[in-house]
Nanobody
Framework: QVQLVESGGGLAQAGGSLRLSCAASGRSFSSSPMGWFRQAPGKEREFVACISNGGGYTSYADSVKGRFTISRDNAKNTVYLQMNSLKPEDAAVYYC??????????????????WGQGTQVTVSS
């Protein structure tokens, strides 16, 4: 099991930027593919981005492609989500999640076994 704690959420203006962090502890972080998901009020949780255990492979939802960047620092047991050109529709609670070690990257929330508590992102227009 891995414990995940997100930080970096807050209020940003449309067109602005935020950087989310997710600190991991527990089983080997460097072996686990990671993902970011988000959930807006009244909507289902949706995939945002994911990254392989070594960081060499990434995938993004079409809605954030070109604006968001996922990265990881295995020495710091942390995964990041840099969010640029924010839009009001990006407002949501953002969650990081971990897959079991040595699996492939995935955009499916059911493939992730460990989840953080989430961090709120609010975007003003």
């Amino acid at each position: 099991q891995v414990q995940l704690v997100e930080s970096g959420g807050g209020l940003a203006q449309a067109g602005g930027s935020l950087r989310l962090s997710c600190a991991a502890s527990g089983r080997s972080f460097s072996s686990s593919p990671m993902g970011w998901f988000r959930q807006a009020p009244g909507k289902e949780r949706e995939f945002v981005a994911c990254i392989s255990n070594g960081g060499g492979y990434t995938s993004y939802a079409d809605s954030v492609k070109g604006r968001f960047t996922i990265s990881r620092d295995n020495a710091k047991n942390t995964v990041y989500l840099q969010m640029n050109s924010l839009k009001p529709e990006d407002a949501a609670v953002y969650y990081c999640a971990a897959r079991q070690p040595y699996r492939s990257i995935s955009s499916q929330s059911d493939d992730y076994t460990d989840w953080g508590q989430g961090t709120q992102v609010t975007v003003s227009s």
